[in-house]
């Protein structure tokens, strides 16, 4: 089934340099980038994005370190696009991830696992619209 699905390259990923390599690993699956953009978020965006967290003690956290620095947001589409960048992203702690995986091979710690990947494909028409005014064009 053809979806598409929302990625987002975190600070982390950008100020360590990592922004090719990962970006390489998504378009190695077949996956076709519609929308690719550098950009830093403003606090509204991070809220929204994130709102499923707030209240929870590592939510302030979380939001100063999304909006420390510029990320790279992409649209990616194709077959199953959501499965397919969930498997190549791995685990949300890069501890638990399987090398191969962008947090196995490049994430440090939880709180900076360099990608963040739609969940569903519900998800992705939300992020998509929150990062990009629901257009990929």
Known sequence: MNQRTFIMIKPDAV???LV?????????????????ELDRLDLSQAEANY?????KP??????DYI??????????SGPDAVMVCRKLMG???PRDAAPGTIRGDFGLEVDAN???????????????DIFFGGSSR
Do not use: C, W
């Open 58 to 63: 590592f939510y302030p956290g979380l939001i």
């Open 67 to 76: 909006t420390s620095g510029p990320v790279v947001k992409m649209v990616l």
């Open 20 to 36: 090719a390599p990962i970006i390489q690993r998504f378009e190695n699956t077949g996956l076709v980038i519609e929308r690719l």
């Open 91 to 93: 685990a949300t702690n």
């Open 114 to 128: 360099v990608v963040h990947g739609s969940d569903s494909p519900e998800a992705a028409a939300r992020e998509i």
């Open 15 to 17: 100020a360590r340099g």
């Open 51 to 55: 709102e499923e967290h707030k209240g």
